[in-house]
DNA sequence: CCAAAAGTGTTATCGCTACACCCATGA
DNA sequence: TCATGGGTGTAGCGATAACACTTTTGG
Protein backbone atom coordinates (compact mmCIF):
# COMPACT_ATOMS: atom_id res chain seq x y z
CA UNK A 1 0.00 0.00 0.00
CA UNK A 2 2.50 3.01 0.75
CA UNK A 3 4.58 3.02 -2.17
CA UNK A 4 8.10 4.35 -2.76
CA UNK A 5 9.44 2.76 0.41
CA UNK A 6 12.37 0.98 1.05
CA UNK A 7 11.81 -2.41 3.00
CA UNK A 8 14.74 -3.66 5.37
CA UNK A 9 15.40 -7.18 6.90
CA UNK A 10 14.29 -6.82 10.26
CA UNK A 11 15.37 -9.91 12.48
CA UNK A 12 15.06 -10.78 16.48
CA UNK A 13 17.98 -11.65 18.71
CA UNK A 14 17.52 -13.13 21.54
CA UNK A 15 19.71 -13.62 25.30
CA UNK A 16 18.80 -15.93 26.81
CA UNK A 17 19.37 -16.37 30.23
CA UNK A 18 19.94 -19.26 32.33
CA UNK A 19 20.74 -20.08 36.26
CA UNK A 20 22.93 -23.48 37.43
CA UNK A 21 25.49 -24.20 39.87
CA UNK A 22 25.77 -20.90 41.18
CA UNK A 23 26.26 -18.73 38.03
CA UNK A 24 24.50 -17.29 36.04
CA UNK A 25 24.62 -18.39 32.79
CA UNK A 26 23.91 -17.68 28.25
CA UNK A 27 22.74 -19.77 25.95
CA UNK A 28 24.70 -19.31 22.89
CA UNK A 29 25.43 -20.47 19.36
CA UNK A 30 27.92 -21.77 16.81
CA UNK A 31 26.90 -19.62 13.80
CA UNK A 32 26.10 -21.39 10.49
CA UNK A 33 25.64 -18.89 8.06
CA UNK A 34 28.60 -16.48 6.44
CA UNK A 35 29.38 -14.39 7.14
CA UNK A 36 31.37 -15.30 10.64
CA UNK A 37 30.14 -18.69 10.26
CA UNK A 38 31.57 -20.91 13.20
CA UNK A 39 31.27 -17.54 15.34
CA UNK A 40 29.78 -17.84 18.41
CA UNK A 41 26.00 -15.65 18.44
CA UNK A 42 22.66 -14.72 20.04
CA UNK A 43 20.33 -17.00 18.39
CA UNK A 44 18.26 -15.08 16.09
CA UNK A 45 16.16 -15.63 13.05
CA UNK A 46 14.21 -12.98 10.34
CA UNK A 47 10.84 -11.88 10.82
CA UNK A 48 8.58 -13.29 9.13
CA UNK A 49 5.99 -11.72 7.16
CA UNK A 50 2.66 -12.66 9.34
CA UNK A 51 4.10 -12.66 12.99
CA UNK A 52 4.09 -9.97 15.60
CA UNK A 53 8.00 -8.82 16.93
CA UNK A 54 6.60 -10.82 20.08
CA UNK A 55 5.99 -14.12 18.26
CA UNK A 56 8.72 -13.99 16.61
CA UNK A 57 11.35 -13.83 19.51
CA UNK A 58 8.99 -17.01 20.97
CA UNK A 59 9.41 -18.51 18.03
CA UNK A 60 13.14 -18.21 17.64
CA UNK A 61 13.44 -19.10 21.65
CA UNK A 62 11.45 -22.01 21.01
CA UNK A 63 13.26 -23.39 18.07
CA UNK A 64 16.60 -23.91 20.40
CA UNK A 65 14.89 -24.88 23.52
CA UNK A 66 11.83 -26.26 23.02
CA UNK A 67 10.16 -24.18 25.47
CA UNK A 68 6.83 -22.17 24.99
CA UNK A 69 5.35 -19.39 27.33
CA UNK A 70 8.95 -18.33 28.62
CA UNK A 71 9.43 -14.61 30.09
CA UNK A 72 10.69 -12.79 27.05
CA UNK A 73 10.99 -9.01 27.56
CA UNK A 74 11.97 -6.73 24.44
CA UNK A 75 14.07 -4.57 25.66
CA UNK A 76 15.92 -2.35 22.41
CA UNK A 77 16.09 -2.47 18.32
CA UNK A 78 19.55 -2.08 16.64
CA UNK A 79 19.31 -0.39 13.44
CA UNK A 80 23.20 0.83 12.35
CA UNK A 81 24.06 0.21 9.09
CA UNK A 82 26.94 -1.92 9.00
CA UNK A 83 26.27 -3.76 12.08
CA UNK A 84 26.08 -6.62 10.20
CA UNK A 85 28.47 -7.01 7.18
CA UNK A 86 26.61 -8.97 4.94
CA UNK A 87 23.52 -6.84 4.92
CA UNK A 88 21.70 -4.11 5.97
CA UNK A 89 19.59 -5.55 9.00
CA UNK A 90 17.09 -3.96 11.70
CA UNK A 91 17.25 -6.39 14.25
CA UNK A 92 15.11 -6.04 17.73
CA UNK A 93 16.69 -7.84 20.71
CA UNK A 94 14.88 -9.59 23.59
CA UNK A 95 15.96 -11.16 26.35
CA UNK A 96 14.49 -14.22 27.81
CA UNK A 97 15.27 -16.06 31.42
CA UNK A 98 14.14 -20.04 31.51
CA UNK A 99 14.27 -22.56 34.09
CA UNK A 100 17.67 -24.52 32.34
CA UNK A 101 16.67 -27.99 33.68
CA UNK A 102 13.33 -27.89 31.78
CA UNK A 103 15.00 -27.22 28.15
CA UNK A 104 15.23 -29.68 25.24
CA UNK A 105 18.92 -30.66 25.69
CA UNK A 106 18.62 -32.31 22.33
CA UNK A 107 17.78 -29.61 20.58
CA UNK A 108 20.60 -27.41 21.80
CA UNK A 109 22.96 -30.22 20.05
CA UNK A 110 21.75 -29.64 16.95
CA UNK A 111 22.09 -26.30 17.05
CA UNK A 112 25.53 -26.80 18.16
CA UNK A 113 24.26 -24.46 20.74
CA UNK A 114 26.31 -23.84 24.48
CA UNK A 115 25.45 -22.43 27.82
CA UNK A 116 28.27 -20.38 29.09
CA UNK A 117 28.59 -18.78 32.23
CA UNK A 118 28.35 -15.27 31.57
CA UNK A 119 31.96 -14.12 33.08
CA UNK A 120 33.93 -16.43 30.74
CA UNK A 121 31.69 -16.04 27.56
CA UNK A 122 33.48 -15.38 24.19
CA UNK A 123 33.61 -12.15 22.42
CA UNK A 124 30.13 -12.53 20.08
CA UNK A 125 29.85 -11.61 16.37
CA UNK A 126 28.34 -8.31 15.17
CA UNK A 127 27.09 -6.08 17.91
CA UNK A 128 25.57 -8.39 20.17
CA UNK A 129 28.57 -8.07 23.05
CA UNK A 130 26.72 -4.48 23.28
CA UNK A 131 23.60 -5.96 23.45
CA UNK A 132 24.14 -9.00 25.80
CA UNK A 133 25.73 -5.88 28.65
CA UNK A 134 22.18 -3.78 27.34
CA UNK A 135 20.16 -6.87 28.52
CA UNK A 136 22.05 -7.43 31.51
CA UNK A 137 21.43 -3.98 32.06
CA UNK A 138 17.93 -4.16 31.80
CA UNK A 139 17.38 -7.49 33.84
CA UNK A 140 19.19 -5.28 36.57
CA UNK A 141 16.13 -3.20 36.40
CA UNK A 142 13.92 -5.68 36.20
CA UNK A 143 15.36 -8.10 38.53
CA UNK A 144 14.70 -5.03 41.15
CA UNK A 145 10.89 -4.19 40.28
CA UNK A 146 9.06 -7.34 39.59
CA UNK A 147 9.35 -10.73 41.07
CA UNK A 148 11.41 -11.88 37.50
CA UNK A 149 14.26 -13.78 39.82
CA UNK A 150 11.47 -17.45 39.85
CA UNK A 151 11.78 -17.31 36.19
CA UNK A 152 15.54 -18.73 36.24
CA UNK A 153 14.74 -20.81 38.97
CA UNK A 154 12.81 -24.29 39.13
CA UNK A 155 9.91 -24.32 40.61
CA UNK A 156 11.29 -25.39 44.37
CA UNK A 157 14.33 -23.22 45.53
CA UNK A 158 16.07 -22.57 48.74
CA UNK A 159 16.64 -18.90 50.05
CA UNK A 160 20.37 -19.41 49.32
CA UNK A 161 19.76 -20.47 46.20
CA UNK A 162 17.51 -17.45 45.23
CA UNK A 163 20.17 -15.01 47.24
CA UNK A 164 22.94 -16.72 44.87
CA UNK A 165 21.23 -15.99 42.05
CA UNK A 166 20.77 -11.80 42.64
CA UNK A 167 24.60 -11.81 43.60
CA UNK A 168 25.08 -13.03 40.03
CA UNK A 169 23.20 -11.02 38.71
CA UNK A 170 24.25 -7.63 40.60
CA UNK A 171 27.71 -9.19 41.09
CA UNK A 172 27.77 -8.21 43.83
CA UNK A 173 27.93 -9.96 47.70
CA UNK A 174 24.54 -9.51 49.99
CA UNK A 175 24.07 -10.10 53.41
CA UNK A 176 22.03 -13.13 53.88
CA UNK A 177 20.12 -11.62 57.14
CA UNK A 178 18.92 -8.48 55.40
CA UNK A 179 18.19 -10.51 52.08
CA UNK A 180 16.26 -13.25 53.92
CA UNK A 181 14.73 -10.28 55.88
CA UNK A 182 13.52 -8.21 52.58
CA UNK A 183 12.12 -11.42 50.26
CA UNK A 184 10.28 -13.28 53.44
CA UNK A 185 8.56 -9.55 54.04
CA UNK A 186 7.36 -9.74 50.61
CA UNK A 187 5.10 -11.74 51.47
CA UNK A 188 4.99 -13.48 48.32
CA UNK A 189 6.97 -16.47 48.83
CA UNK A 190 5.36 -19.92 50.10
CA UNK A 191 7.33 -22.15 52.35
CA UNK A 192 6.99 -25.50 51.62
CA UNK A 193 7.76 -28.77 53.83
CA UNK A 194 10.44 -30.03 52.16
CA UNK A 195 14.00 -29.58 52.36
CA UNK A 196 16.95 -29.44 49.26
CA UNK A 197 19.71 -31.57 51.28
CA UNK A 198 21.63 -30.69 47.70
CA UNK A 199 23.73 -27.70 49.48
CA UNK A 200 24.66 -28.68 52.43
CA UNK A 201 24.04 -31.30 54.87
CA UNK A 202 21.32 -29.85 57.38
CA UNK A 203 19.54 -28.90 54.32
CA UNK A 204 18.09 -25.94 53.42
CA UNK A 205 13.98 -25.02 53.27
CA UNK A 206 12.42 -25.06 50.03
CA UNK A 207 9.99 -21.90 48.84
CA UNK A 208 7.79 -21.77 46.02
CA UNK A 209 6.58 -18.20 44.20
CA UNK A 210 2.85 -17.85 45.33
CA UNK A 211 1.73 -16.05 42.40
CA UNK A 212 -1.88 -15.75 43.61
CA UNK A 213 -0.72 -13.97 46.49
CA UNK A 214 1.25 -11.80 44.20
CA UNK A 215 -1.56 -11.12 42.35
CA UNK A 216 -3.59 -10.13 45.35
CA UNK A 217 -1.05 -7.57 46.67
CA UNK A 218 -0.64 -6.06 43.63
CA UNK A 219 -4.33 -4.97 43.60
CA UNK A 220 -3.73 -3.35 46.89
CA UNK A 221 -1.11 -1.24 45.64
CA UNK A 222 1.73 -3.70 46.55
CA UNK A 223 5.02 -2.86 44.56
CA UNK A 224 7.69 -5.18 44.43
CA UNK A 225 11.00 -3.75 45.25
CA UNK A 226 13.91 -5.54 46.94
CA UNK A 227 16.31 -2.94 47.37
CA UNK A 228 19.88 -3.92 46.30
CA UNK A 229 22.50 -0.42 46.64
CA UNK A 230 25.11 0.85 44.38
CA UNK B 1 22.71 -11.40 0.52
CA UNK B 2 20.73 -13.27 3.06
CA UNK B 3 18.02 -14.67 0.36
CA UNK B 4 14.71 -15.90 0.71
CA UNK B 5 14.03 -13.73 3.57
CA UNK B 6 11.39 -11.24 3.43
CA UNK B 7 11.33 -7.45 3.74
CA UNK B 8 9.53 -5.73 5.61
CA UNK B 9 8.48 -1.47 5.64
CA UNK B 10 10.64 0.43 8.79
CA UNK B 11 9.07 3.09 10.22
CA UNK B 12 10.21 5.95 13.30
CA UNK B 13 7.44 6.96 15.46
CA UNK B 14 8.76 10.14 17.72
CA UNK B 15 6.90 11.56 20.88
CA UNK B 16 7.63 15.21 20.86
CA UNK B 17 7.55 16.56 24.59
CA UNK B 18 7.54 20.02 25.31
CA UNK B 19 7.12 22.30 28.32
CA UNK B 20 5.12 25.74 28.54
CA UNK B 21 3.16 27.66 30.67
CA UNK B 22 2.85 25.29 33.52
CA UNK B 23 1.88 22.07 31.45
CA UNK B 24 3.52 19.07 29.61
CA UNK B 25 2.93 19.11 25.92
CA UNK B 26 2.91 16.74 22.99
CA UNK B 27 3.50 18.27 18.97
CA UNK B 28 1.16 15.86 16.76
CA UNK B 29 0.47 16.00 13.29
CA UNK B 30 -2.49 15.71 11.18
CA UNK B 31 -2.00 12.96 9.03
CA UNK B 32 -2.27 13.59 5.19
CA UNK B 33 -1.92 9.99 3.94
CA UNK B 34 -5.02 7.31 3.47
CA UNK B 35 -6.01 5.65 5.97
CA UNK B 36 -7.10 7.96 8.26
CA UNK B 37 -6.21 10.73 6.81
CA UNK B 38 -7.00 13.62 8.75
CA UNK B 39 -6.63 12.53 11.96
CA UNK B 40 -4.31 13.04 14.60
CA UNK B 41 -1.00 11.37 14.87
CA UNK B 42 2.48 11.16 15.83
CA UNK B 43 5.46 12.76 13.40
CA UNK B 44 6.68 9.62 11.96
CA UNK B 45 8.61 8.30 8.45
CA UNK B 46 9.99 5.93 6.85
CA UNK B 47 13.47 4.72 7.66
CA UNK B 48 15.82 5.22 4.70
CA UNK B 49 18.51 2.63 3.25
CA UNK B 50 21.41 4.36 4.39
CA UNK B 51 20.30 5.45 7.71
CA UNK B 52 20.41 3.86 11.05
CA UNK B 53 17.40 3.68 13.30
CA UNK B 54 18.86 6.84 15.47
CA UNK B 55 19.69 9.23 12.20
CA UNK B 56 16.26 8.35 10.86
CA UNK B 57 14.88 9.24 13.97
CA UNK B 58 16.67 12.67 14.38
CA UNK B 59 15.86 13.54 10.37
CA UNK B 60 12.02 13.06 11.31
CA UNK B 61 11.95 15.24 14.14
CA UNK B 62 14.31 17.42 12.57
CA UNK B 63 11.67 17.79 9.50
CA UNK B 64 9.18 18.76 11.80
CA UNK B 65 10.65 21.37 14.46
CA UNK B 66 14.17 22.42 12.17
CA UNK B 67 15.61 21.45 15.51
CA UNK B 68 19.14 19.17 15.41
CA UNK B 69 21.52 17.87 18.95
CA UNK B 70 18.10 17.17 20.31
CA UNK B 71 17.89 14.38 23.19
CA UNK B 72 16.22 11.57 21.42
CA UNK B 73 15.48 8.29 23.64
CA UNK B 74 14.31 4.90 21.64
CA UNK B 75 12.37 3.64 23.96
CA UNK B 76 10.25 0.61 22.08
CA UNK B 77 9.36 -1.25 18.62
CA UNK B 78 6.13 -2.15 17.76
CA UNK B 79 5.17 -4.93 15.25
CA UNK B 80 1.76 -6.23 15.48
CA UNK B 81 0.48 -7.31 12.06
CA UNK B 82 -2.14 -5.59 12.01
CA UNK B 83 -1.28 -1.84 14.04
CA UNK B 84 -1.34 -0.09 10.58
CA UNK B 85 -4.31 -1.43 9.16
CA UNK B 86 -3.06 -0.29 5.32
CA UNK B 87 0.20 -2.69 5.46
CA UNK B 88 2.64 -4.31 7.52
CA UNK B 89 4.91 -1.99 9.43
CA UNK B 90 7.33 -2.08 12.45
CA UNK B 91 7.54 0.97 13.77
CA UNK B 92 10.24 2.01 16.12
CA UNK B 93 9.38 4.33 18.31
CA UNK B 94 12.07 7.52 19.91
CA UNK B 95 10.40 10.06 22.73
CA UNK B 96 12.36 13.25 22.16
CA UNK B 97 12.58 16.34 24.40
CA UNK B 98 12.63 19.73 23.41
CA UNK B 99 12.66 23.31 24.46
CA UNK B 100 9.57 24.79 22.62
CA UNK B 101 10.52 28.49 22.48
CA UNK B 102 13.42 26.76 19.76
CA UNK B 103 11.51 24.79 17.29
CA UNK B 104 10.44 26.29 14.00
CA UNK B 105 6.78 27.83 13.97
CA UNK B 106 6.70 28.02 10.09
CA UNK B 107 7.58 24.36 9.88
CA UNK B 108 4.82 22.90 12.40
CA UNK B 109 2.38 25.29 10.69
CA UNK B 110 3.38 23.48 7.18
CA UNK B 111 2.80 20.41 8.50
CA UNK B 112 -0.53 21.36 9.64
CA UNK B 113 0.91 20.14 13.04
CA UNK B 114 -0.19 21.50 16.76
CA UNK B 115 1.04 21.48 20.01
CA UNK B 116 -1.34 19.74 22.34
CA UNK B 117 -1.53 19.76 26.55
CA UNK B 118 -0.78 15.76 27.47
CA UNK B 119 -4.19 16.24 29.59
CA UNK B 120 -6.21 17.04 26.56
CA UNK B 121 -4.61 15.59 23.82
CA UNK B 122 -6.99 13.64 20.29
CA UNK B 123 -7.56 9.82 20.59
CA UNK B 124 -4.71 9.11 18.20
CA UNK B 125 -4.60 6.78 14.65
CA UNK B 126 -2.83 3.11 15.26
CA UNK B 127 -1.06 2.56 17.96
CA UNK B 128 0.15 6.07 19.17
CA UNK B 129 -2.24 6.13 21.88
CA UNK B 130 0.15 3.09 23.91
CA UNK B 131 2.94 4.37 22.11
CA UNK B 132 2.28 7.90 24.04
CA UNK B 133 1.57 6.11 26.99
CA UNK B 134 4.23 4.11 27.44
CA UNK B 135 7.05 7.30 26.28
CA UNK B 136 5.72 9.15 29.36
CA UNK B 137 6.40 6.31 31.37
CA UNK B 138 9.74 6.13 29.93
CA UNK B 139 10.25 9.72 30.22
CA UNK B 140 9.16 9.43 34.54
CA UNK B 141 12.15 6.59 34.83
CA UNK B 142 14.05 8.65 32.80
CA UNK B 143 13.85 12.04 34.87
CA UNK B 144 14.29 10.59 37.98
CA UNK B 145 17.14 9.14 36.99
CA UNK B 146 19.09 11.33 34.95
CA UNK B 147 19.11 15.30 34.43
CA UNK B 148 16.78 15.39 31.30
CA UNK B 149 14.52 17.77 32.82
CA UNK B 150 16.77 20.60 31.74
CA UNK B 151 16.23 19.42 27.81
CA UNK B 152 12.42 20.76 28.50
CA UNK B 153 13.46 24.14 29.53
CA UNK B 154 15.18 27.40 28.41
CA UNK B 155 18.94 27.86 29.34
CA UNK B 156 17.58 29.91 31.65
CA UNK B 157 14.85 28.76 34.09
CA UNK B 158 13.56 29.13 37.80
CA UNK B 159 13.48 26.75 40.38
CA UNK B 160 9.55 27.72 40.43
CA UNK B 161 9.74 26.59 36.75
CA UNK B 162 11.43 23.89 36.96
CA UNK B 163 9.63 21.97 40.19
CA UNK B 164 6.34 22.73 37.78
CA UNK B 165 7.67 20.36 35.24
CA UNK B 166 8.14 17.37 37.32
CA UNK B 167 4.85 17.78 38.77
CA UNK B 168 3.96 17.74 35.13
CA UNK B 169 5.84 14.58 34.48
CA UNK B 170 4.61 13.03 37.78
CA UNK B 171 0.99 14.15 37.76
CA UNK B 172 1.83 15.05 41.37
CA UNK B 173 2.16 18.10 43.67
CA UNK B 174 5.73 17.88 45.50
CA UNK B 175 6.17 19.67 48.77
CA UNK B 176 8.87 22.67 47.31
CA UNK B 177 10.99 23.36 50.43
CA UNK B 178 11.82 19.46 49.96
CA UNK B 179 12.03 19.74 45.99
CA UNK B 180 14.60 22.87 46.20
CA UNK B 181 16.68 21.12 48.80
CA UNK B 182 17.28 17.67 46.85
CA UNK B 183 17.90 19.79 43.51
CA UNK B 184 19.94 22.15 45.11
CA UNK B 185 22.00 19.37 47.32
CA UNK B 186 23.01 17.65 43.87
CA UNK B 187 25.30 20.80 42.93
CA UNK B 188 24.03 20.25 39.56
CA UNK B 189 22.90 24.20 39.21
CA UNK B 190 24.31 26.96 38.68
CA UNK B 191 22.21 30.06 40.47
CA UNK B 192 22.66 33.17 37.95
CA UNK B 193 22.58 36.59 39.17
CA UNK B 194 19.25 37.34 37.54
CA UNK B 195 15.72 37.12 38.25
CA UNK B 196 12.58 36.32 36.10
CA UNK B 197 10.20 38.28 37.23
CA UNK B 198 7.52 37.23 34.55
CA UNK B 199 5.90 34.83 37.51
CA UNK B 200 5.67 37.00 40.12
CA UNK B 201 6.50 40.78 41.16
CA UNK B 202 9.23 39.24 43.62
CA UNK B 203 10.92 37.80 40.73
CA UNK B 204 12.48 34.20 41.23
CA UNK B 205 16.13 33.79 40.93
CA UNK B 206 17.22 32.28 37.73
CA UNK B 207 19.48 29.06 37.07
CA UNK B 208 21.23 27.23 34.41
CA UNK B 209 22.26 23.37 34.60
CA UNK B 210 25.53 23.05 35.16
CA UNK B 211 27.01 20.51 32.81
CA UNK B 212 30.47 20.59 33.53
CA UNK B 213 30.21 20.08 37.22
CA UNK B 214 27.85 17.15 36.07
CA UNK B 215 29.76 15.47 34.19
CA UNK B 216 32.88 16.01 36.76
CA UNK B 217 30.57 14.57 39.63
CA UNK B 218 30.20 11.60 37.57
CA UNK B 219 33.23 10.28 37.44
CA UNK B 220 33.37 10.43 41.17
CA UNK B 221 30.23 8.10 41.47
CA UNK B 222 27.42 10.69 41.45
CA UNK B 223 24.51 9.56 39.98
CA UNK B 224 21.55 12.12 39.88
CA UNK B 225 18.53 10.18 41.77
CA UNK B 226 15.84 12.61 42.85
CA UNK B 227 13.63 10.53 44.88
CA UNK B 228 9.83 11.08 43.63
CA UNK B 229 7.52 8.72 45.44
CA UNK B 230 4.30 7.35 44.01
C1' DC C 1 33.59 -34.23 66.83
C1' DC C 2 34.38 -31.48 63.03
C1' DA C 3 33.38 -29.06 58.82
C1' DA C 4 30.14 -26.72 56.14
C1' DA C 5 26.19 -24.38 55.11
C1' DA C 6 21.53 -22.66 57.09
C1' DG C 7 19.26 -19.82 59.90
C1' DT C 8 18.34 -15.93 63.14
C1' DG C 9 17.77 -10.00 65.82
C1' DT C 10 19.33 -5.77 67.14
C1' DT C 11 21.14 -1.24 66.74
C1' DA C 12 22.71 3.11 64.63
C1' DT C 13 22.37 6.03 60.92
C1' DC C 14 20.59 8.26 57.13
C1' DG C 15 17.23 9.94 54.17
C1' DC C 16 12.55 10.98 53.35
C1' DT C 17 8.40 13.39 54.66
C1' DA C 18 5.64 16.53 56.77
C1' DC C 19 4.89 20.97 58.02
C1' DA C 20 4.11 27.06 58.36
C1' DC C 21 5.76 31.41 58.12
C1' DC C 22 8.27 35.58 56.33
C1' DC C 23 9.85 38.18 52.13
C1' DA C 24 9.78 41.19 48.13
C1' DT C 25 7.30 43.66 45.00
C1' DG C 26 3.96 45.87 41.74
C1' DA C 27 -0.36 47.43 41.41
C1' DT D 1 -1.43 48.06 51.88
C1' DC D 2 -2.53 44.03 50.08
C1' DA D 3 -2.35 40.14 47.10
C1' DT D 4 0.71 37.02 44.88
C1' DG D 5 4.14 33.97 44.34
C1' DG D 6 9.20 33.10 46.12
C1' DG D 7 11.95 31.56 49.48
C1' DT D 8 13.49 29.20 53.91
C1' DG D 9 14.59 25.05 58.43
C1' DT D 10 13.57 21.41 61.51
C1' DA D 11 12.02 17.39 63.79
C1' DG D 12 10.15 12.64 63.72
C1' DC D 13 9.97 8.35 61.67
C1' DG D 14 10.80 4.56 58.91
C1' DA D 15 13.85 2.11 56.13
C1' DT D 16 18.39 0.53 55.24
C1' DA D 17 22.92 -1.27 56.50
C1' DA D 18 26.07 -3.19 59.49
C1' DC D 19 27.14 -6.80 62.28
C1' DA D 20 28.29 -12.51 64.79
C1' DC D 21 26.80 -16.42 66.68
C1' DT D 22 24.02 -20.85 67.01
C1' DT D 23 22.06 -24.88 64.69
C1' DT D 24 22.03 -29.07 62.10
C1' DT D 25 23.88 -33.15 60.36
C1' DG D 26 26.71 -36.20 57.40
C1' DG D 27 31.00 -38.01 57.23
Not at 99 to 106: F, G, V
Not at 115 to 143: C, G, N
Not at 217 to 227: D, I, S, V
Request: charged share 30%.
Amino acid sequence: MYQHTEKHLVAIDCIIFGFEKGSLKLLLVKRKLEPCSGEWSLMGGFLFEKESLDESASRVLNQLTGLKNVYLHQFHAYGDISRDPADRVISVAYFALIKISEHDHNLVREYDARWFSYDDKPVLIFDHDTMVASALEQLRFEAKTRPVGFELLPEKFTLPQFQSLYECIYQKKLDNRNFRKSILASGILKKLDEKDRAGSKKGAWLYRFDKEKYQELLTKGFRFNLTISD
